[in-house]
């Protein structure tokens, strides 16, 4: 059986009742399980984790997002979190049986549906870009939900799928749709309010600034703890381990008399990105072995 992964993201996590209504609509679709959803006030943002057949997936995705466009409005979001539109991502990745070719078909039908559904430029990133320069979804997100207005009207970056009537959506944003490898969603807080510090740390061990291959970190702050944190995703964790990134950090950090308070995981993780540390050499809160993706995939899905 070909088992398919889709981590949708929206712009909104401050209201608990938005974000249950959001769950219980992929939960409601026969055949897609449920394994994990976050909400983060400061960076106002949700992330769900679900599974299932190809199909099944397909289904989950809409019925989830289309809520999501029910439910979320742009003109009133803020947050410390890069983001496009209100359903801001939608990655679909290929578990057990499945190809990259499978989640890019899935993720072109999607894009499709949800579009014309809801009225909303979709741009396609990663293995289901449709050109060179969309493959990096920090280039799809350039300038934000504030440029995006503008940036639809440059030739070069016109959305992959725009419904005719629609030009820019002021309530719903742009959704990016990808197909991508399994990503590692990792955050790093520092026992230190010291924002400045945490941008230094994210700009030296981003790839796109000469750091670590395949390590995407911005420095943010979180207000509600008064925190900084350096927010990651590892899009090759095979060829940056965690553990690498971790002590980079750690080791900045120190060279500021600054220790790491923990970090934490969004969504869920590769057994194999594990291999040789422990939870608690990276001060992993919140850690059990539902955590781990392969722990759901060899249970049938129903």
Same mark, same amino acid.
């Given at each position: 059986?070909?088992?398919?992964?889709?981590?949708?993201?929206?712009?909104?996590?401050?209201?608990?009742?938005?974000?249950?209504?959001?769950?219980?609509?992929?939960?409601?679709?026969?055949?897609?399980?449920?394994l994990?959803?976050?909400?983060?006030?400061?960076?106002?943002?949700?992330?769900? *984790?679900?599974?299932?057949?190809?199909?099944?997936?397909?289904?989950?995705?809409?019925?989830?997002?289309?809520?999501?466009?029910?439910?979320?409005?742009?003109?009133?979001?803020?947050g410390?979190?890069?983001? $496009?539109?209100?359903?801001?991502?939608?990655?679909?990745?290929?578990?057990?049986?499945?190809?990259?070719?499978?989640?890019?078909?899935?993720?072109?039908?999607?894009?499709?549906?949800?579009?014309?559904?809801? !009225?909303?430029?979709?741009?396609?990133?990663?293995?289901?870009?449709?050109?060179?320069?969309?493959k990096?979804?920090?280039?799809?997100?350039?300038?934000?939900?504030?440029?995006?207005?503008?940036?639809?009207?440059?030739?070069?970056?016109?959305?992959d799928?725009?419904?005719?009537?629609?030009g820019?959506?002021?309530?719903?944003?742009?959704?990016?749709?990808?197909?991508r490898?399994?990503?590692?969603?990792? !955050?790093?807080?520092?026992?230190? !309010?010291?924002i400045?510090?945490?941008?230094?740390?994210?700009?030296?061990?981003?790839?796109?600034?000469?750091?670590?291959?395949?390590?995407?970190?911005l420095?943010?702050?979180?207000?509600?703890? !008064?925190?900084?944190?350096?927010?990651?995703?590892?899009?090759?964790?095979?060829?940056?381990?965690?553990?690498?990134?971790?002590?980079?950090?750690?080791?900045?950090?120190?060279?500021?008399?600054?220790?790491?308070?923990?970090?934490?995981? $969004?969504?869920?993780?590769?057994?194999?990105?594990?291999?040789?540390? *422990?939870?608690?050499? $990276?001060?992993?809160?919140?850690?059990?072995?539902e955590? $781990?993706i392969?722990?759901?995939?060899?249970?049938?899905v129903?």
């Amino acid at each position: 059986m070909k088992i398919i992964e889709c981590i949708p993201n929206f712009s909104e996590g401050r209201d608990s009742r938005i974000i249950r209504a959001i769950v219980d609509a992929a939960t409601e679709v026969v055949g897609v399980r449920v394994l994990d959803f976050s909400m983060d006030c400061d960076h106002n943002r949700s992330v769900l *984790t679900f599974i299932g057949t190809p199909e099944a997936v397909l289904n989950g995705a809409i019925a989830a997002c289309s809520r999501a466009a029910e439910l979320i409005d742009m003109r009133e979001h803020s947050g410390c979190h890069p983001r $496009i539109g209100a359903v801001d991502v939608v990655p679909f990745v290929p578990l057990e049986g499945a190809q990259m070719a499978d989640a890019v078909e899935i993720a072109h039908r999607f894009g499709r549906t949800f579009a014309y559904r809801h !009225n909303v430029p979709v741009y396609f990133y990663g293995e289901a870009a449709l050109s060179r320069e969309r493959k990096r979804l920090a280039d799809v997100r350039r300038g934000e939900y504030e440029a995006l207005r503008d940036r639809m009207a440059d030739p070069a970056w016109r959305p992959d799928i725009s419904p005719e009537e629609s030009g820019f959506n002021p309530r719903l944003g742009a959704t990016a749709v990808g197909a991508r490898k399994p990503l590692i969603a990792f !955050n790093i807080n520092l026992d230190s !309010n010291d924002i400045g510090l945490a941008q230094q740390i994210a700009r030296s061990i981003r790839h796109s600034s000469g750091g670590l291959p395949h390590v995407q970190a911005l420095g943010v702050l979180l207000e509600s703890r !008064n925190i900084a944190q350096i927010s990651m995703n590892l899009a090759d964790y095979e060829v940056t381990p965690l553990s690498v990134v971790f002590d980079a950090v750690r080791k900045q950090a120190a060279g500021k008399g600054v220790d790491i308070l923990e970090s934490e995981l $969004i969504g869920l993780i590769p057994r194999a990105a594990l291999e040789g540390i *422990t939870p608690d050499q $990276i001060k992993l809160l919140d850690f059990h072995e539902e955590r $781990i993706i392969e722990s759901h995939c060899r249970a049938p899905v129903s």
